[in-house]
């Protein structure tokens, strides 16, 4: 996710603009906060917030205690306390801005499980944790092809290595319980490390991986989007869009979660219009709602046993009608209202910029250059020279 010119060194540091991750796009890392509050000092007698945030593989963040009191700024990389051994990460924010995040994903100051920061990262440690990066790729080929031997019913997405090296992280995704057990002792025996299996959902599976989506922009969830809420295919219902799983599927084979951005907008705007299951009682007999314009504020109805036959009224209208209904009175027919929306679409357009006319190579081409060559043959003819001698 990093863009070229700031694109991460073999001594782990931003190589190009040099502005660490703070500058004013922050493209290069994924579901960044901006730190706005890089360039302004604290109040005399404030101390500096102790936590700071550290980012590892795939927009993988947690949250640390600097109680070594290390002077670090966004885009050090610091080795960092693990269940076992330790790990490398990068820091992507500092100061009140941690405080905040922190406050918002109900992490607590003084929790009994507080991960420390151990020292800023030598360049023997950034050694060991690139030559282990480099054997991920490689390792994903040979774990799949294991798991299809097995015949288990999983996917292993991806692999993440601890900064140490210790310890190997399969992230995988299943339908159902899978049984890896005899997976494992075979990872053991063929990678020679520590493994730990954990599974993941597939929207979290799509985030961790990124990539582009039918709209032409990167997915939402490696971007921006942090909490998956469960989409329903009644959110594409109350927005008209075909059931079609194809389109609404993203690329994580569930629903769009770009499905609920305007869900609420729409739900907000159906409630002026009468509900699309109630009936027009009229005296040519009962009509039924066909579709509905949230936009444009019409909609459809047609008669029972008549259902090519579609009338456009207004919401106003339609309210109208069903007022008239529950006084048990009925209109003639909806062809009154309707009526009165039968708007001329002939679109006449004008020269308005003297420009020639769009149609003019329509016309036939004339014959006058046919009748000129018609007229020199006779002339040229031996016949009309004899005349001309006489």
Not at 305 to 310: I, K, V
Request: proline share 2%; aromatic share 8%.
């Amino acid at each position: 996710m990093a863009c070229g010119s700031c694109s991460t060194g073999k001594d782990g540091q931003p190589k190009g603009c040099k502005n660490n991750g703070t500058c004013g796009t922050d493209s290069c890392n994924k579901l960044t906060v901006f730190d706005w509050l890089s360039n302004m000092s604290l109040p005399n007698g404030e101390k500096p917030f102790e936590w700071v945030e550290v980012r590892f593989k795939n927009g993988r963040k947690h949250y640390y205690k600097n109680t070594e009191k290390l002077t670090l700024s966004i885009g050090d990389i610091v080795a960092t306390q693990a269940q076992s051994g330790h790990d490398i990460g990068m820091v992507t924010l500092t100061g009140e801005l941690v405080r905040i995040q922190m406050k918002r994903k109900k992490i607590s100051e003084k929790s009994e499980e507080i991960l420390k920061i151990y020292r800023k990262a030598s360049q023997k440690d950034i050694d060991i944790w690139s030559a282990a990066r480099e054997k991920e790729e490689p390792m994903k080929v040979k774990a799949r092809q294991f798991a299809i031997d097995l015949k288990l019913q999983m996917k292993i997405s991806d692999i993440e290595y601890q900064g140490d090296a210790s310890k190997a992280t399969f992230y995988y995704t299943a339908e159902e319980r899978v049984d890896f057990r005899e997976l494992i002792k075979i990872f053991a025996r063929e990678f020679k490390t520590r493994i730990e299996m954990k599974q993941v959902g597939f929207r979290q599976e799509a985030s961790r991986l990124g990539g582009i989506g039918s709209c032409g922009r990167e997915l939402c969830c490696s971007t921006w989007l942090t909490d998956f809420r469960s989409v329903s295919t009644s959110a594409a219902r109350y927005q008209q869009l075909s059931l079609n799983p194809q389109k609404l599927a993203g690329q994580c084979g569930k629903l769009k979660c770009c499905l609920n951005y305007e869900l609420d907008t729409y739900l907000d705007a159906i409630k002026d219009f009468p509900k699309s299951d109630v009936k027009l009682y009229t005296e040519k007999g009962t009509a039924v709602c066909q579709k509905t314009d949230i936009f444009k504020g019409y909609m459809w109805f047609a008669y029972e046993g008549e259902w090519a036959n579609w009338h456009k009224i207004t919401k106003e209208q339609a309210k109208e009608i069903v007022e008239l209904n529950k006084k048990k009175k009925k209109i003639s027919s909806l062809e009154e209202y309707a009526a009165s929306l039968l708007d001329d679409t002939k679109v006449e357009f004008e020269n308005v910029v003297g420009q020639d006319s769009l149609t003019r190579f329509d016309n036939p081409k004339s014959n006058r250059k046919r009748r000129n060559n018609r007229n020199k043959r006779k002339k040229r003819s031996p016949q009309n020279k004899k005349k001309n001698a006489k």
